[in-house]
Structures are given as structure tokens and as C-alpha cells.
């Protein structure tokens, strides 16, 4: 069993930054892939990022390439996602997921349908 809390979800100006944090509770936090995806009023849920289980690999939406960047510290049993230069077309509700494993991986995981659990979300808003 895996429950994610996110947090860092807030208003800011077009051009700002805000930092997500994601935190996992559970075993095998570092054989887990893990994710971040948005969904915006209306619109169905979107990858935004992924990581591989050692962080060796990120991928990223083309939409966000260059701006976002995502982490984690498997110590910790954290994830992040860090973004910069926020437009109002990244307003939306940020869910972090993780996709269980047991072995370590390279693989980004870009469905949703493949994440078996997902945090509760937060609320990013960018204003122009």
C-alpha cells in the first residue's frame, strides 16, 4: 500500500515558480516509478513528468520540456516538481502517482492508467 500526500500548490504571476513536493509512505519507495500529471477544468488528466526509480531518467511533456523538472530522494521517500516560468495555461489540479515495481527501472511511465496510486492533489494557479 502506497499513500502520497502533495503539497506547494498555490496563486502565483505568469513567469513565477513554485516547487511540489510529493510524499510517500510505504515500502520500496525507491522500486517505485513515480509521476506527476495535471488536470485542468474540463480537460482530462495529463502527464506532466516522470522519473525513473534511481532518478537516473526524467521524462516530460512537450508542453513542459525545458521549464519543469522533476526529482526525488529516496531516502526521504520524497518526489518534487520544480517549475519555472509558470504560464496560465498550467493552471490546474497537480496529482503525484506512483507506480509500484519491486525491481528498479529506467522506464517513464506516461498513462495514467498505469500508476496505481495517486496523491489527493493540489491546486496550481497562474494569473496573467
Known amino acids: 500500500q502506497v499513500q502520497l500526500v502533495e503539497s506547494g500548490g498555490g496563486l502565483v504571476q505568469a513567469g513565477g515558480s513554485l516547487r511540489l513536493s510529493c510524499a510517500a509512505s510505504?515500502?520500496?519507495?525507491?522500486?517505485?516509478?513515480m509521476g506527476w500529471f495535471r488536470q485542468a477544468p474540463g480537460r482530462e488528466r495529463e502527464f506532466v513528468g516522470g522519473?525513473?526509480?534511481?532518478?537516473?531518467?526524467?521524462g516530460y511533456a512537450d508542453s513542459v520540456e525545458g521549464r519543469f523538472t522533476i526529482s526525488r530522494d529516496n531516502a526521504k521517500n520524497m518526489v518534487y516538481l520544480q517549475m519555472n516560468s509558470l504560464k496560465p495555461e498550467d493552471t490546474a489540479v497537480y496529482y503525484c502517482?506512483?507506480?509500484?515495481?519491486?525491481?528498479?527501472?529506467?522506464?517513464?511511465?506516461?498513462?495514467?492508467?498505469?500508476?496505481?496510486?495517486w496523491g489527493q492533489g493540489t491546486q496550481v494557479t497562474v494569473s496573467s
Open positions: 502517482a506512483a507506480k509500484t515495481l519491486g525491481y528498479y527501472s529506467s522506464t517513464i511511465y506516461r498513462r495514467a492508467n498505469e500508476y496505481g496510486y
Open positions: 522519473i525513473s526509480t534511481s532518478a537516473a531518467v526524467t
Open positions: 510505504g515500502r520500496s519507495f525507491s522500486r517505485n516509478g
